[in-house]
């Protein structure tokens, strides 16, 4: 057993001074520190927790880990590795992969990957395509957290532009479980596009209210990824107001980076410190912070603080690649997150703009609510003892300490932060101490929703 003693338990509810026992990979009694129970059992482990913040391990729902077919940027080990330094004890996958994971053979090949080197729990989303609309219907048993239907381009060749067959997956999925849409509107997006202008907001305006409308005819669960703009916030509050059954995610890069950075306006000192993960060119912001959708406007970044009720989540969308793919003529979108997630939280609260109950809400209880995962998300009798431990007084800069993701370089380099995490739980089992990752490849599970 392991009794996790005098730490600060956070949780929707608040902040709670108390004791964790933890017995097997569960979580067996929370008690006050003055009950002295460690001095009641017989072969127990004492963490001492005084002067620390206790989370639920984190949950984070939209990641790539670039298997199969992307292994020089990311892998199962490298990407979970990433999150249990990041705090976060549970990851969802994402399809676009090479081969894509849309059938029973490619999600076979990638749960064998998952459960051969994963160091934390894991979820791998299905994705849709423009004909595959049938399988979860005719295969019962093929078990994955969710459906992801690229409405809109990314990285990778997953793409349902179509309404007939977005219409058809929305009426056929099964009504347990959710659809994750990339919403962007992809006529918007080549219209644009020919006219010199990447991604504009009424892409995303335009496919995320078609989104809502499939939800809303089809009393289909549905789940909007990466909330970037002010009209999206307005679309998603409206949708709910009139019961439609629709979740959404906010990323940590829409809350802290602005479209200033990758116009090169405020990277001078960025890029210097970048510097030191370079491969020799010069990085080009453009390329560096280039993601799908694409930063915003700063008043777009106060809207999204301003409506953090409307976010059932905060997901990173870990996208990796390497500084020499982000130095090429054609840079893929997406930046790393999952190291960064957490800290970057921590100092937004120390600063006010959240709550440290926010955090628990929006990373560990919103995305086990929103995707239906049993036992996990809370500090509960019960529950699996997923428990990230967290010194909030220490003071550090990004980039200066060892970086987990084999990409090997993060957007945030040089920032400083506030908040670091010291320790980590995997179902009752060390998984990260002392700035590495003690868990064995495979210790993760399979998420079953």
């Avoid at 990796?320 to 100092?347: D, F, I, R, Y």
């Avoid at 908040?419 to 003690?438: I, S, Y």
Wanted: hydrophobic share 40%; aromatic share 6%.
């Amino acid at each position: 057993m392991i009794l996790i003693h005098n730490g600060l338990l956070v949780s929707t509810d608040g902040l709670q001074r108390a004791d964790v026992l933890i017995d097997g990979e569960r979580i067996s009694a929370i008690v006050d520190p003055q009950a002295t129970i460690a001095s009641q059992l017989t072969d127990v482990q004492v963490v001492d927790a005084t002067d620390l913040l206790v989370f639920p391990g984190l949950i984070d729902v939209h990641t790539h880990m670039r298997q199969p077919g992307g292994e020089q940027k990311e892998d199962f080990y490298t990407g979970t590795g990433a999150a249990l330094a990041g705090g976060v004890t549970s990851i969802f996958a994402m399809p676009n992969t090479s081969p894509a994971i849309t059938s029973r053979d490619t999600l076979g090949v990638a749960l064998d990957l998952a459960q051969q080197n994963a160091v934390c729990d894991y979820g791998i989303f299905l994705g849709a395509t423009n004909i595959n609309m049938r399988l979860k219907a005719d295969n019962p048993d093929l078990l994955e957290c969710g459906l992801k239907m690229y409405m809109g381009s990314s990285t990778g060749d997953l793409l349902v532009e179509d309404f007939g067959a977005q219409y058809e997956h929305f009426q056929l999925y099964p009504r347990d479980r959710v659809i994750a849409v990339h919403a962007e509107h992809e006529p918007a997006v080549r219209y644009f596009s020919l006219h010199g202008e990447r991604r504009p907001h009424i892409a995303a305006e335009v496919e995320v209210a078609r989104a809502v409308a499939l939800a809303e005819r089809c009393n289909r669960r549905v789940h909007v990824c990466h909330v970037s703009s002010r009209r999206e916030v307005e679309i998603i509050r409206d949708a709910r107001a009139r019961g439609v059954p629709v979740t959404c995610e906010y990323a940590p890069h829409y809350l802290f980076l602005t479209t200033d950075f990758e116009h090169g306006c405020v990277t001078e000192e960025r890029t210097r410190e970048l510097a030191e993960f370079a491969p020799g060119d010069a990085l080009d912001p453009l390329a560096l912070y280039q993601m799908n959708p694409p930063l915003r406007e700063e008043r777009d970044i106060d809207t999204l603080w301003a409506n953090l009720d409307v976010a059932d989540c905060i997901a990173t969308d870990h996208a990796p690649h390497t500084l020499e793919e982000k130095n090429s003529a054609k840079p893929p979108s997406g930046v790393p997150g999952l190291e960064t997630m957490l800290p970057l939280l921590l100092t937004a609260a120390h600063a006010g703009r959240l709550s440290l109950s926010d955090i628990a809400r929006l990373c560990c209880e919103g995305p086990a609510r929103t995707f239906n995962i049993p036992a996990k998300g809370r500090i509960a009798v019960g529950f699996d003892a997923d428990i990230t431990l967290v010194d909030p007084r220490e003071q550090w800069t990004i980039g200066e300490r060892p970086i987990f993701s084999k990409c090997g370089w993060t957007p945030f380099a040089g920032w400083h932060v506030r908040g670091a995490v010291k320790q980590v739980f995997l179902r009752g089992r060390p998984a990260f101490v002392g700035g590495k990752v003690v868990a064995n490849h495979g210790a993760g599970k399979r998420i079953s929703n």
